[in-house]
């Protein structure tokens, strides 16, 4: 499976690989190092810790190594009248009543309690390449949906502010 990525997202990956293998790794190794000679290993729960906190942190750089491997480098634009990645968008949905912003992200930047919204998600799809004025029926599943009327939209640029999850 590959992953469509941004070249700020491959830069950020990169450099979060090189952070925990130069700077968290040895941190981690050190304190497996030093909660081992506590005593004895098995009653030293700060050792296991220690061990628990460097094997994260290999899983985590095996991770980010593997979506590398299998990056597929994008780049997304729109007209200026239409929705595209990374664009801000205000809409009115119909069946709460109420008006929501949100960011159109990748998958990888996605964070639904800070309104970053994945390109991917039904929301996501039924936005892109829409225009203000546009009434749009979300389809979350095969027997749910919705309704809302895009208000305003705010172009958007891919920045490294936006944090790898």
Partial sequence: ????????????????????QQTVTPN????????RALGDLSENDEYRSA???????????????GILENAVVVTY???????GLFDHVTFHDEDYDEDRTVTIVTPLRHDILNDRIS?????????????????IKIDVNETSSYFIEILSLEKGTDD??????
Avoid: F
């Avoid at 634009?77 to 929705?83: L, V």
């Avoid at 490294?160 to 999850?165: A, V």
């Fill in 28 to 35: 981690c190794i050190a304190e497996v190092q030093r909660t």
């Fill in 77 to 83: 634009q729109s007209d200026d009248d239409s929705i």
């Fill in 51 to 65: 061990k628990r906190e460097l094997n994260r942190n290999y899983s985590r750089i095996r991770y980010l190594k």
């Fill in 1 to 20: 499976m590959s992953h469509e990525l941004t070249e700020v997202e491959i830069n950020k990956i990169k450099e979060e690989i090189e952070y925990r």
């Fill in 119 to 135: 390109k991917d998600s039904p929301l996501g799809k039924a936005l892109i390449g829409h225009k203000v004025g546009d009434r």
């Fill in 160 to 165: 490294d502010s936006l944090r790898i999850n």
